[in-house]
Structure formats: structure tokens, C-alpha cells
């Protein structure tokens, strides 16, 4: 055997073995809760249930797909291709593991290693997938046709604009910063929500510190270049102005000595508290740990205007206004809605809503065939109290007019299922069984109720109702929920699997997404973090910040991917980051 024909025979092997990636996602998951879903390395497992495609059909339905980011991604890694015709769109030709930013902002990690060429994961599809580098412009939802753009400036030669026709509509193109219409923050600011933002923070954080050596300015104009300014303190705020503290700490100081005393760090949050979605056990570990490390922590301060020079804000609690000067400022406050997404919902009659409505299974309301994942979307949960009647008279089978415990039984597991919102409501009442919803209005246990008393058993469950986060964990598995209803679209359509229907007659024909929290992580600076994971549990501190490095490691795209993060790790413990402007 010749070396060149083993070492073909061992590049099969290995490709065609996916085990060894899904073990070491599997134990990182059993050891922490997780924090996020990625896309895996690993091929679709061909037990995976195939679409049925009607014989009548002579040509597959067509699935066009918007958007390469978490909720794109993992609806395209489980959906079976070989039932429809699928193309995807979307400016970049890449995904990028989005909770590692932040570090890409300082050096810790490199942009290139937390990126996989969309391209590589089609080609692990058989090439049945096509891919077009294009930013949608425009969705005609009456006709099933896409406007799309090439946006990438160049002298090639060709068209730039071209449309695409489509019988299922993926939009998972995610959201824009949301600037909430302060002057100045789209000319001065930088922001952190795409890898080219990473690099340009990156880039500046250099460029004031190189300015802040050069010779002729006052110490007053140098503590000016060096003061930088992170508005909004949540995950990215805090994770950002910890990983400057580390970079500045640790590496910068030593290069620039001559203004290590100068750095300042602050982060301006309009609310009370940092990281305030998360335990207050956490915000307040953060807050005392970022007063220890000399970052100063602006609470109830909203920025009103952001000039070249100074940012304005408001303090909530004075009601005085003040300006502070800076060298570089960046807006992590939120998010909004895509423009051409906008002009999608005036067609479809959702022109006063803020995002995207979605029902429980991920359908555009208001349109058909379309459906929407991640942050450019949200659930419009259905109230359990609008159709209180009709879940009555479904259960009240011999029409006496009272529901007893095992009537009321029958019906509670579709209850819960169709209005997740009642289990909430349940646990956050302590109740152990559905049976403690039977009592009357004295708190008194009772064998059987009328509609009014149904009503006063159900009413305050709807309080419940919570719209999901925008993360990429949610985004995840939002498209691994509509693949897997793609796959066994036409399998269940004579056959359903959901919920009964209260208002008509038989079953939904899938059961509707439900979201897992699987914990969630803010590294704070100084090797420690602190996690937050199902259960209400929390843990904090150094050890916490290795589960974090095991988590993010195991949930990277890709075997490569997650070599170059691992190895960057490495590099920056022994050689420190590069301060490098490239």
C-alpha cells in the first residue's frame, strides 16, 4: 500500500466518522447544562426520518432560506435536501459563532477561527444546497418572489440584482442594532454584532493607545483618548469590558508603560443593575468584581446624544444632564427589526408592530408558507383565556355543564402543551398537581366546576406569557424545530402529532416549539465567570471560567474551528494577544 492510498483510505474514515464530535458535545452538555446549540461537523445521521414527497408532485417544492447565522444554520443542517429544491441567501458567505465576539475584539481569539465557510458546510450536504452571497432587498409576499442584491462593491462585471421565486420562505436573517434614535451613535459609535465590528473595535482600541504616546499632548488629552466607553450592560456589554480590562491588564500596560495609570473603563446601563437577565446572585458578583478591578459602573444613566468628542446622558435619579469626554465608545443597548423585514410586515398587516409575529409553530401570521426563526421574530402566544370556552365545552363531554377532576384531566395535557404559559403559572404557584386548580373562591378543594369557575382557575395563567430572549440558544433550536417539522411534513399531514384543537375538530398536525433553557454564561475578566443553569443554579469564579472554555470549545462549528479557538487559548496564556493593526 502506497502512503498516498492510506492516507486516503484514513481521510474517508475519519469523515465519514462523526462519533468523536458528538462525545465531546454530549459530555460537555451532561457536565454543565449548555449554553448555546451549534452546528456540528457531524453529517446527518441517515435514520433520520426522509419527507415523503407525494408521487403527484413532479418537481420538488422549493425552500429558500434567509440567512447563515444560528437559526439558518441549524435549520439547515437537520432538514432532508433531497425533498426539496433548497437555496439559501445571505451577505456572508460564513457562520460565525457570535458569544466569542467579544474576545475577537482584543486578540484572545482570532476572527478567522470562529468562522466556517458556508460553502464547506453545503459541501457536506452533497452539494444539494445552493448558495447565494446576496443581501434580500425586498419580499413580494403576494406573488412568492425575492429581490436580492450582490452588495459587495467591486468592478466585476454582471448584474447585481436578481429574484428568486420560492413555495416555502425561511427568514432567519436576525436583527440590526437598535440605536433607538440617539443623535449621533450611528456616526460615532462602534457597535458588536458582526465580525467585521469585532475587528474595527479591535483596531481602535490600538489606534487610541498608539495616540496616546505620541509626544505634545497633555495628560488631560490622553486620559481623554484613553477612556472607553461601553453603553448597555448586558452579556456583550460586560463580556466586552471584561475582555478589555484582561487586554489592557495584561498586555497593554506592558507595551505603553508610560500611560498605564491613564486607561479607564466605563459602562453606562440605564436600568439599576448589570446583567440584570440574569440571577441577582450574578449582577451582583459582577458589579462587586468590576468595583474591584477599577471599571466604573454607570447605573440609571440613559446616553442622549454621542458626539466625536463626549457622550451625554441623563441621570435618572437627579434628572441632571452631563457630558463626559471619550476616546472610543461602543452601543450594545439592543436590538431592532431589518428595514426590508419592516416592509414585509406592512404586506402582511403586522405595519404596527415592533417584530416579526410568529404562532407557536413558527408561522409568519398573516402569511402563508413563510416562517420566521431568531431574533428578526417572536411568538405571538395564544391566550389560554381566549379560548376558555372552548376547552370548557371539549371537556365537558356529557354536557352537564361541570367539569369533574377526571374530565378536567383528560384535557390538561393538551392544555399544557397548546398554553405553556399554564405550567409556568403552576410552578411559579407552587402548585404540585393540576387537581390544586380545583378550588373555589374560599381556597377549598371541589369535586367538579362550572365554566365561572374554570375561568377563576385558569385567569391569571396568561400573566405568565413571556416573549423568548434574543439568543443564538433560542435561534438554535428554533431551527432545529422547523427542520425536523419539514422533514415530516407530508408523513404527518394525514396523521397529526399536535395538540387537540379546541376550536374545531381533531389535532394541530405538529406539536408546538417549546424552548429549553439550557443555562447561560457571562465570563467577567480575570479567568472567573459566572453561569447561570437550569435548576436555579449558579456557580461563579475561577472554576466556572474552565466550564466556560470546555462549553464554548466543544460547541464550535467544527472540528477546525474548534482546533484554531482551542489553540488561540493556548497561544494567548503563553505569548500573550497581539497588539498588532492589521
Known sequence: MTILSFFTRASRAFNGYPASSKLLLLCTLSLSGGGVVAYSEAQVDASKTS?????????????????????????????????????????????????????????TVEARSIVEPVRNIIKKRNGEIQFWEAECMKIDAANKKLFCRYT????????????????????????????????????????????????????????????????????????????????????TGV?????????????????????????????????????NMFDERISSFAEQKFRRDGIEVQTGSRVISVSDKEITMKLKAKGEICSVPHGLVVWSTGVETRPFVKDFMGQIGQANRRVLATDEWLRVKGCE?????????????????????????????????????????????????????????????????VTDLMKDSEGNYIDKVDIEGFKLALCQADSQVKNLPATAQVAAQQGAYLSKCFNRKYKWKDNPEGPRRFRGSGRH??????????????????????????????????STQWLWYSVYASKQVSWRTRVLVVSDWTRRFIFGRDSSRI
Open 51 to 107: 419527507v415523503q414527497v407525494n408521487e403527484k408532485d413532479c418537481k420538488k417544492k422549493r425552500v429558500v432560506v434567509l440567512g447563515t447565522g444560528w437559526a439558518g444554520i441549524s435549520f439547515l443542517k437537520d432538514l432532508d435536501v433531497s425533498a426539496y429544491d433548497v437555496q439559501v441567501v445571505s451577505p456572508r458567505n460564513y457562520f460565525a459563532f457570535t458569544p466569542l465576539l467579544p474576545s475577537v475584539t482584543c486578540g
Open 152 to 235: 459587495v462593491e467591486n468592478n466585476l462585471v454582471g448584474n447585481d440584482e436578481f429574484s428568486l421565486e420560492y413555495d416555502y420562505l425561511v427568514i432567519a436573517v436576525g436583527a440590526q442594532v437598535n440605536t433607538f434614535n440617539t443623535p449621533g451613535v450611528l456616526e460615532n459609535c462602534f457597535f458588536l454584532k458582526e465580525v467585521e465590528d469585532a475587528q474595527k473595535i479591535r483596531r481602535s482600541v490600538i489606534d487610541c493607545f498608539e495616540k496616546a504616546v505620541l509626544p505634545g499632548l497633555s495628560e488631560e488629552e490622553r486620559r481623554i483618548n484613553l477612556h472607553f466607553v461601553i453603553v448597555g450592560g448586558g452579556p
Open 239 to 275: 463580556e466586552f469590558a471584561a475582555e478589555l480590562h484582561d487586554f489592557v491588564q495584561e498586555d497593554l500596560i506592558n507595551l505603553y508603560p508610560s500611560v498605564k495609570d491613564l486607561v479607564k473603563i466605563t459602562v453606562i446601563q440605564s436600568g439599576d443593575h448589570i446583567l
Open 369 to 433: 408558507d413563510v416562517y420566521a426563526l431568531g431574533d428578526c421574530a417572536t411568538i405571538n402566544q395564544r391566550k389560554v383565556m381566549e379560548d376558555i370556552a372552548a376547552i370548557f365545552k371539549a371537556a365537558d363531554k356529557d354536557n352537564s355543564g361541570f367539569l369533574t377532576v377526571e374530565e378536567f384531566k383528560d384535557v390538561i395535557d393538551d392544555i399544557l402543551e397548546r398554553y405553556p404559559q399554564v405550567e409556568h403559572y403552576l410552578k411559579s404557584k407552587h402548585l404540585r398537581d
Open 509 to 542: 398536525q405538529f406539536h408546538p416549539f417549546q424552548y429549553k433553557h439550557l443555562g447561560q454564561f457571562a465570563p467577567l475578566g480575570g479567568e472567573q465567570a459566572a453561569a447561570e443553569l437550569p435548576g436555579d443554579w449558579v456557580s461563579m469564579g475561577r
